[in-house]
């Protein structure tokens, strides 16, 4: 048995809140930050016995992301950067919602069925982003890290995904990169810099770009890396966090959700623009054509230019290596179809939430994927990572081929491969566009998104929904994937699918078809057949248009 009594004192001065009920799901805990404190606490605790488990350095990130202000949560970093194991997350619901009482016994029952060795060191890392209840939280879950007698370094301001790369680099012997938020400008900005050297001619108009800070971490860390940067990317940025709150009107879940520019940014036709969410781990695109038409480039859209762009690099480094595209039930299908028709690249699509396709983009030499929402990256295979270096060393090669094995080399090393990361896709992007001479309408024109329409139906309980087929299909309840199959034969190019919020009771609807009012239509007839049929509850569901 371990000696847990000095944790357990240490508990009590976070005690669990009565009648808090949390999930440990895909971005961690969420929820408002006064009803945080034990579970921050616990969580430290958790990541102690995960790093003594793994034998490595784990992260602890305290961020609510794309939620309002007055909310906080925590996630969890494993040693290669990606998300918390599986097996874990049900560990950490377990202690998120013990009594004072019971908190040694699940402890207990942890380093048991880990086996774990509590006389072995542990070293977590922190970091939070910088909603002003963030750093009494990232203090309390260091409070939970030192009751066992663990090691730590604060981190302080940073975004999640400049905390995944830490992790990864403390756990690699600093081959991915140097363990610092300095390490990561360095890195990234050396290999943007190479990518953009052979595009001498571009004027100020060319490498000029507005970026939405949605008042978050991503805007103070943009400012410190812009002289890395050494003026090859101009950058305006707005929502910088000065005066504005985090997330509020602006963000690019604003941006997605409500397909318009954020507040707080001016925009002229034709002006490259994109913002960040609030922990920095997504971006999307936008722009105004002549005629003021907002024109938004989701993660679909991101994906695509990607895989075009490895691809081409690819032929002409004559490299035979496998590229997959990965995507959710929410990925536009004009989208898809381009991927697979147009590109002749294999498309998979795997359950919401940035674990599920990070798990498939693994299975491939080369995987990209992008959720709608613009969170995403590319993951290199060791393989495919030896067989470009081996290119680029090879005197035998044409100058064509190590030229391309070059590209694809800071390309590489520009990606941030341990979780979806604003900054480091942003740059990839610019240095993408930059290369290609394209101006973002013409990437925009690559393919033609469908109209869609996502609502929101408020049920009594969201477990009377159940999919399967990565969400696209509904098993229960009864008679409601017929009544959504019936209604989509109505509708030219059209689709939709239901899914269960993972934090509320709420049914998530998905439609699209040929016009903008029929995938308003029938996101409307789906959301009252959902209304109808799992439980809801309130007013009926009304048409949203645009």
């Known amino acids: 048995m371990a000696d847990l009594e000095g944790a357990f004192q240490m508990s009590l001065l976070h005690p669990n809140l009565k009648g808090v009920i949390l999930q440990y799901g895909t971005a961690g805990f969420r929820t408002k930050a006064e009803e945080l404190d034990h579970v921050m606490f616990r969580m430290g605790q958790l990541a102690a016995l995960r790093s003594k488990k793994t034998k490595s350095t784990i992260g602890v990130m305290v961020t609510?992301?794309?939620?309002?202000?007055?909310?906080?949560?925590?996630?969890?970093?494993?040693?290669?950067g990606e998300m918390l194991a599986s097996a874990w997350e049900e560990y950490a619901t377990q202690l998120a919602?013990?009594?004072?009482?019971?908190?040694?016994?699940?402890?207990?029952?942890?380093i048991q069925e880990e086996k774990i060795e509590m006389h072995i060191g542990a070293f977590v890392v922190v970091g939070r982003d910088t909603r002003p209840s963030s750093l009494k939280l990232s203090q309390t879950a260091i409070d939970g890290i030192i009751s066992l007698g663990s090691k730590h370094k604060d981190y302080g301001l940073v975004t999640t995904p400049q905390l995944h790369y830490i992790v990864c680099c403390h756990n690699t012997n600093q081959m991915y990169g140097t363990a610092s938020v300095e390490g990561y400008y360095e890195k990234l900005s050396k290999a943007f810099l190479e990518l953009t050297k052979q595009t001498p001619n571009?004027?100020?108009?060319?490498k000029h770009l507005k970026v939405d800070g949605a008042n978050g971490i991503g805007a103070l860390k943009l400012k410190e890396m812009e002289n890395y940067l050494q003026k090859k990317l101009l950058i305006s940025l707005y929502n910088d966090g000065t005066a504005g709150k985090l997330n509020h009107l602006c963000g690019a879940?604003?941006?997605?959700?409500?397909?318009?520019?954020?507040?707080?940014?001016?925009?002229?036709?034709?002006?490259?623009?994109?913002?960040?969410?609030g922990d920095a781990d997504r971006v999307v695109y936008y722009y105004y054509?002549?005629?003021?038409?907002?024109?938004?480039?989701?993660?679909?859209?991101?994906?695509?230019?990607?895989?075009?762009?490895?691809?081409?690099?690819?032929?002409?480094?004559?490299?035979?290596?496998q590229v997959a595209v990965v995507q959710t039930a929410y990925a536009n299908g004009s989208s898809t179809r381009y991927l697979e028709e147009t590109?002749?690249?294999?498309?998979?699509?795997?359950?919401?939430?940035?674990?599920?396709?990070?798990?498939?983009?693994?299975?491939?030499?080369?995987?990209?994927?992008f959720e709608a929402n613009g969170h995403g990256t590319v993951l290199f295979s060791k393989d495919a990572q030896k067989k470009i270096q081996q290119?680029?060393?090879?005197?035998?090669?044409?100058?064509?081929?190590?030229?391309?094995?070059?590209?694809?080399?800071?390309?590489?090393?520009?990606?941030?491969?341990?979780?979806?990361?604003?900054?480091?896709?942003?740059?990839?992007?610019?240095?993408?566009?930059a290369l290609k001479g394209m101006t973002v309408q013409q990437w925009d024109a690559i393919y033609t998104d469908l109209p869609n329409r996502q609502v929101k139906v408020k049920v009594a309980d969201?477990?009377?929904?159940?999919?399967?087929?990565?969400?696209?299909?509904?098993?229960?309840?009864?008679?409601?994937?017929?009544?959504?199959?019936?209604?989509?034969?109505?509708?030219?190019?059209?689709?939709?699918?239901?899914?269960?919020?993972?934090?509320?009771?709420?049914?998530?609807?998905?439609?699209?078809?040929?016009?903008?009012?029929?995938a308003d239509l029938l996101a409307h007839k789906v959301s009252l057949a959902v209304y109808k049929l799992a439980g809801g509850v309130g007013e009926e569901p009304k048409v949203v248009r645009s």
């Open 253 to 277: 879940d604003y941006v997605k959700v409500q397909q318009k520019r954020p507040e707080g940014i001016r925009m002229m036709a034709g002006e490259r623009c994109c913002s960040y969410d």
């Open 462 to 518: 969201r477990r009377v929904i159940d999919t399967t087929d990565a969400e696209r299909r509904a098993v229960s309840p009864p008679g409601l994937q017929e009544a959504i199959d019936s209604l989509v034969q109505k509708y030219s190019l059209s689709r939709a699918f239901v899914r269960p919020s993972g934090t509320e009771d709420v049914v998530r609807v998905y439609a699209e078809a040929d016009t903008q009012t029929n």
């Open 289 to 321: 054509d002549s005629a003021s038409l907002f024109h938004l480039l989701d993660g679909d859209k991101i994906a695509t230019l990607i895989t075009t762009f490895l691809k081409e690099l690819l032929t002409k480094a004559d490299l035979h290596l």
């Open 64 to 80: 609510a992301s794309h939620n309002p202000e007055e909310d906080n949560g925590v996630k969890l970093v494993d040693p290669l």
């Open 391 to 433: 290119l680029v060393e090879n005197q035998n090669a044409s100058k064509e081929q190590i030229n391309a094995a070059k590209l694809l080399m800071n390309t590489l090393n520009l990606i941030n491969q341990t979780v979806g990361d604003a900054i480091s896709d942003m740059l990839l992007i610019e240095a993408i566009l």
């Open 97 to 110: 919602n013990a009594e004072e009482n019971q908190l040694t016994v699940i402890l207990e029952k942890i």
């Open 343 to 369: 590109m002749k690249v294999e498309v998979h699509c795997a359950k919401t939430g940035v674990k599920h396709l990070h798990h498939k983009a693994q299975q491939f030499d080369i995987g990209v994927y």
């Open 202 to 206: 571009r004027t100020d108009d060319h």
